[in-house]
């Protein structure tokens, strides 16, 4: 078991975001957390990744209470892709994803020729070697996205936890980018908008709704049409794909199907 | 295995590309050094002045000719060399106080002066010079007292410039500029009530900024705690770079945040302090020399934090020149020449970070 997250609530004031989250992810497993807007996934992953304190609740990670860690051991373990992504400054891709490389740093310690390595490799990943010099506040969304995701690669950590890491972006960054990860064979837990896409790379779903998880289980068994009716409230029509061989969800017109 | 070693080679000329810009850097504050020196109402050549600091090192006493005249030494060892030293000290301050809390708020609009953090000092300051409320903290009363205005309003600021967690860029501007009027309107109030006829003056050295009277004594504790503040900022020079990123982001990259910021905090305010208790309110500086520093070497605070320093001084030890050379025999106060110079810069980049804004 990576990871453990049993009874955690949180509440910011007094309006409770989420309320008693249990949660597992095994080894080698991708998890997609999915729900409607404002339904508490990234209260959850925040919570996780310690922007915000839970009210109680405990995390294990690896068998150890992640909230006993120093920030810095936690980030040896866990590589994060949350939202915010802007940065105000100038700086160039690989400062960007070098930042990645901070975790492994002693206080004196300076950049050696293997964290080079490690970031031309991680920029090399993504097909981004030749963007390395390049200012990342130039870059469009899908590019800065694409930075974040080889800075994480630089953390070098095997548990990778992923705020909708596609959200706004265009259809081929979005495969792009679930691609990259599923490629690098870690544990992923990850927060998912669009149903298809948790459908197509999620080993395990859980849905969350009023900050409770309602549901947990493969696709093929969360992703049903009464289940998502009664969650997001529309109709669907749900098929194994031909091609796939995974769950394909067309979603339903008001005054169509049943 | 040639990957490798091109990056080697990357990595090597990165590292001497910094050291050749710092070596420079320094060059060019010696040479300013020797020349601001010579420069005022009663202008020594340089080659006089560098003659009169030989004969001051210990063993080359009467080495050299004694071919300058006694007043332009007197002028040299008792008015300019302070003053200048001074100068560069509280210019390198500055601009080092302009990184720091540029880091801290996430935004490159910081600066002591605009946020009210030095006029908060001014204010505790005077405070403490007029009645001797923090006498008993003995010689270094006046730093001491800054400080705790400087951390008194910077903490303030940082707070009330939160909204839901973050810092709102308008509301840090408008608290800045609120408290630094609240701040000034406190030093004239107490200046005022003054006991005695010294504090107006004195109020118009807070509120202007000047590094006239430079005396050799103001000197040591502001360089040090340059030193000091330098070298703890350059030990975590990752941790500001983090911080760009945004709090959630550095969190997960292992900072502990709230801790960093505290310390950023400190740093900030102790340097304001001991700053402004020896130079009053000079602005702009701590916006001006970061913003063009990033435009040379990026925002990698190891480049920029030294960098910054060494341009804050040449920068403040030339305008002061002007300051003692324009109106002479006249001085004009150096924070009104910075303010003339920066103020349509930071209009500029205000410009140009709601421009940025609209455009997405």
């Known amino acids: 078991m990576r990871l453990q997250i049993e009874n955690l609530s949180f509440s910011y004031g007094s309006i409770d975001a989420v309320e008693d989250i249990c949660l597992k992810v095994k080894k080698g497993e991708f998890i997609g957390l999915i729900g409607p807007n404002g339904s508490g996934k990234s209260t959850v992953l925040k919570n996780l990744y310690r922007a ?12 150890e ?14 590589g994060v892709v949350g939202q915010e992504n802007e940065v105000p400054f100038e700086f160039k891709v690989e400062e960007i994803v070098a930042m990645g490389r901070s975790p492994h740093k002693k206080l004196f310690d300076i950049d050696t020729a293997e964290d080079k390595r490690i970031v031309h490799h991680a920029l090399e990943h993504l097909g981004m070697e030749n963007m390395a010099k390049r200012s990342y506040q130039n870059l469009s969304g899908g590019e800065k996205q694409r930075v974040i995701i080889a800075r994480v690669i630089a953390q070098e950590t095997d548990f990778l936890i992923l705020d909708e890491p596609t959200n706004h972006l265009d259809i081929s960054y979005q495969l792009q980018i679930f691609d990259f990860v599923k490629r690098l064979g870690v544990t992923v837990l990850s927060a998912i908008h669009d149903l298809n896409m948790a459908a197509l790379y999620c080993d395990r779903i859980y849905v969350l709704k009023n900050g409770k998880i309602v549901l947990s289980g493969t696709p093929e068994e969360v992703l049903t049409p009464e289940n998502i009716y009664s969650v997001y409230g529309v109709r669907c029509d749900v098929t194994i794909h031909p091609i796939t061989g995974k769950v394909a969800i067309t979603f339903l017109p008001a005054g169509m199907g049943i | 295995m ?39 109402p009663v202008t020594v050549t340089p080659g006089n002045v560098v003659k009169i600091l030989i004969n001051l090192i210990p063993g080359f006493d009467g080495v050299i000719p004694h071919t300058w005249e006694q007043l332009d030494q007197n002028i040299v060892l008792g008015l300019r060399l302070p003053r200048v030293c001074l100068g560069f000290v509280v210019g390198a301050s500055l601009a080092v106080i302009g990184v720091t809390m540029q880091a801290l708020v996430r935004n490159h609009l910081a600066d002591p002066f605009i946020l009210g953090v030095s006029s908060g000092a001014a204010a ?11 006498a008993f903290l003995g010689k270094y009363y006046l730093s001491i007292s800054a400080f705790i205005g400087s951390a008194i309003t910077i903490i303030f600021v940082y707070v009330i410039s939160q909204v839901r967690g973050r810092i709102n860029i308008t509301q840090l501007l408008l608290s800045g500029v609120a408290i630094s009027m609240i701040m000034d309107g406190v030093t004239r109030i107490i200046t005022l009530s003054a006991p005695n006829a010294l504090g107006l003056h004195n109020a118009t050295f807070w509120m202007s900024g000047s590094l006239a009277g430079a005396k050799w ?19 975590n020079y990752r941790g500001l770079n983090l911080l760009l990123l945004g709090d959630e982001s550095a969190g997960a990259l292992g900072i502990n945040v709230a801790k960093l910021q505290k310390l950023l905090i400190l740093v900030a305010s102790l340097m304001t302090g001991v700053t402004v208790a020896v130079s009053g309110t000079i602005g702009f500086v701590g916006l001006m020399v970061p913003h063009f520093t990033r435009l040379i070497v990026g925002g990698d605070h190891r480049k920029v934090l030294p960098i910054s320093a060494l341009l804050g001084g040449i920068l403040v030890i030339w305008v002061d020149v002007a300051a003692r050379m324009l109106i002479a025999p006249e001085e004009m106060p150096v924070g009104i020449l910075t303010a003339i110079i920066g103020g349509p810069l930071f209009i500029w980049l205000l410009k140009r970070n709601t421009k940025e804004k609209a455009g997405r």
């Open chain 2, 2 to 40: 040639k990957i490798i070693n091109a990056q080697k080679e990357d990595l090597k000329q990165e590292t001497s590309n910094i050291g050749g810009i710092i070596s420079i850097l320094i060059v060019v504050s010696l040479i300013s050094i020797l020349i601001c020196i010579g420069l005022g």
């Open chain 2, 217 to 235: 004594g103001y000197l040591t504790l502001p360089l040090v705690v340059l030193l000091i503040c330098m070298a703890v900022l350059m030990v």
């Open chain 1, 65 to 78: 209470n992640l909230f006993a860690m120093s920030h810095k051991e936690a980030a040896l373990k866990l």
């Open chain 2, 124 to 134: 505790v300051a005077t405070l403490g010079m007029l009645f001797g409320v923090f």
């Open chain 1, 52 to 63: 915000l304190k839970p009210d109680k609740g405990s995390v294990m990670l690896d068998n």
